[in-house]
């Protein structure tokens, strides 16, 4: 089970030309079914530089579509509960989360760029979300102890995972009873994201999952440009 050798940032932060950005810098195509592309290992393309990347996620026009407390709501957190963002980036999503799990609740932070996590701190301190730890993991160890957490989300990064199966189910043993996975990432016809030939159909997602030993569903979402796929213990 790996994921490619490359920074995090190259799997969950790939904004603007690449995976979130802004479609009036990086105008992309809808695919057609010629042009999807349903790869079983991770893929890479060009990047900027960290920081322009940073800049990107930290976007005040993400919020528009990307719509981070309804993507927090559909994890269901409750206070006290412990929830992983893999892939965190600059710490998008960490002050919903915080406030979702509460002062006794945890939420862990991680990913494989030590710049992203960089920001993480910068973030946390600036903010003063007590319950958020950053880190970094290794590309192919998100570094967590079985049993150990409640909630796992991972957005615009599965497509970038390599041996998502053999991935799910490392992640699978890490949630405790009830637990769940939500993966978030774009549709084939969306105008943000990765080249086309690098998405995943929803269908595809569920099929990995299911084969990791989850029970999945699609949930309904408000969300533009991207579907949101739940992995559960059965």
Partial sequence: MTL?????????TALGA??????????TKAAGPGR???????????????????DRLDDPGRDDWQMPREVVEHLDCRPGMTVVDLGAGTGYFVDYLSEAVGQRGRVLALDTDRSMVGRMDERVARDGLRNVKPGI??????????????????????????????????????LRPGGLLLIVDFTIESPHGPPPQMRLTDDTVRRELEAAGFATEMLEEPLPYQYMVAGRLP
């Fill in 4 to 12: 490619k050798a490359i920074p995090l940032i190259a799997l969950v």
């Fill in 18 to 27: 690449g995976c979130n950005g802004r479609s009036a810098e990086n105008p």
């Fill in 36 to 54: 999807t592309h349903e790869h079983s290992t991770g893929s890479e393309h060009g990047f900027p530089d960290p920081q322009t990347y940073a």
């Fill in 137 to 174: 993991i290794d590309p192919d160890d998100p570094g967590l102890a079985p049993g150990s957490v409640d909630r796992i989300l991972i957005v615009n990064t599965w497509h970038h995972i390599s041996d998502r199966v053999a991935y799910a189910e490392t992640l699978r043993a890490t």
